[in-house]
Antibody
Framework: QVQLVESGGGVVQPGRSLRLSCAAS????????MHWIRQAPGKGLEWVSI????????YYADSVKGRFTISRDNSKNTLYLQMNSLRADDTAVYYC??????????WGQGTLVTVSS | EIVMTQSPGTLSVSPGERATLSCRAS??????LAWYQQKPGQAPRLLIY???TRAADIPARFSASGSGTEFTLTISSLQSEDFAVYYC??????????FGQGTKLEI
């Protein structure tokens, strides 16, 4: 069965960096695009970024463009999100999500990032 | 950016009753509309895609319809496990998903 397991969240000071990882299993990881989607505490869902199945194309929400970088290692079935210059409004649960022909069909359990001094 | 608006914000119903949730898009999204269910402390789960197609293992009491800008999710005969927050999401402007603000279904 499809499994997506995020890690790397935690408490970080404003302006600092953090890297999230997502370990994928149960499907051909190198055949699917992957998203990061986040949810601030008590709030709704916000799309963050997508990377193509082969890593050749990447897109970002305006709110994170220039600060976050999505990447993947298909040999390790792992998705990453490098987050730099973190701000308080980046505080959220970050979900790793599979793109199933444009549909966000499988979600990880999420990892909480808290940006606070 | 396409804005998705859900109504009502909160819907109070009793087990066994029928619930109807609405979602409106600020411009046409064709049938590129999905619905998700999220329970407290859990990730969202895909219920519906293509505006009306149930995802794998989703019970038949969940149905959905609509196209263009107006969409509806109906849950017939509510079960206790159906009480959750429901989000609609457009993927017509894929990959830039946008989500509605959610409808909380409560007892």
């Amino acid at each position: 069965q499809v499994q997506l397991v995020e890690s790397g969240g935690g408490v970080v000071q404003p302006g600092r960096s953090l890297r999230l990882s997502c370990a994928a299993s149960g499907f051909n990881f190198n055949s699917f695009g992957m998203h990061w989607i986040r949810q601030a505490p008590g709030k709704g869902l916000e799309w963050v970024s997508i990377i193509w199945y082969d890593g050749n194309n990447k897109y970002y929400a305006d709110s994170v463009k220039g600060r976050f970088t999505i990447s993947r290692d298909n040999s390790k079935n792992t998705l990453y999100l490098q987050m730099n210059s973190l701000r308080a409004d980046d505080t959220a649960v970050y979900y790793c999500v599979r793109d199933g022909r444009a549909v966000a069909d499988y979600w990880g359990q999420g990892t909480l990032v808290t940006v606070s001094s | 950016e396409i804005v998705m608006t859900q109504s009502p914000g909160t819907l109070s119903v009793s087990p066994g009753e029928r619930a109807t949730l609405s979602c409106r898009a600020s411009q046409s999204v064709s049938s590129n509309l999905a619905w998700y269910q999220q329970k407290p402390g859990q990730a969202p789960r895909l219920l519906i895609y293509g505006a009306s197609t149930r995802a794998a293992d989703i019970p038949a009491r969940f149905s959905a319809s609509g196209s263009g800008t107006e969409f509806t999710l109906t849950i017939s005969s509510l079960q206790s496990e159906d009480f959750a927050v429901y989000y609609c999401q457009q993927y017509n402007h894929w990959p830039r998903y946008t989500f509605g603000q959610g409808t909380k279904l409560e007892i």
